[in-house]
Nanobody, 122 residues
């Protein structure tokens, strides 16, 4: 199995940028596809971005396409979520997750971090 820990959240203003990191340990990092999800207060957890095991393929929720970029560094066992042009509606707890198969479905991801809070003020 793999363990993942998110970091990099914080309080920013609308239009600012933030980069989240997801450090993985345990089983070989390159075995897993990685995903980023978020959950706003009172709402269900939703998919944000995903990246394949090789890093060759990425996919995004429509709400973040063109603003967020997911990447992975196999050498450092870390996945990143670069978030630009942040909006107040991006405010949420952001979670990193790992899965053997590439997916955008919350229920298909097996390993989850505890999340990091991102707050965007207007």
């Amino acid at each position: 199995q793999v363990q993942v820990v998110e970091s990099g959240g914080g309080l920013v203003q609308a239009g600012d940028s933030l980069r989240l990191s997801c450090a993985a340990s345990g089983r070989t990092f390159s075995t897993y596809a990685m995903g980023w999800f978020r959950q706003a207060s009172g709402k269900e957890r939703e998919f944000v971005a995903g990246i394949s095991r090789s890093g060759e393929h990425t996919w995004y929720a429509d709400s973040v396409k063109g603003r967020f970029t997911i990447s992975r560094d196999i050498t450092n066992n870390t996945s990143y979520l670069q978030m630009n042009s942040l909006k107040p509606e991006d405010t949420a707890v952001y979670y990193c997750a790992a899965n053997l198969l590439a997916s955008s479905a919350v229920h298909q991801y097996e390993y989850w971090g505890k999340g990091t809070q991102v707050t965007v003020s207007s």
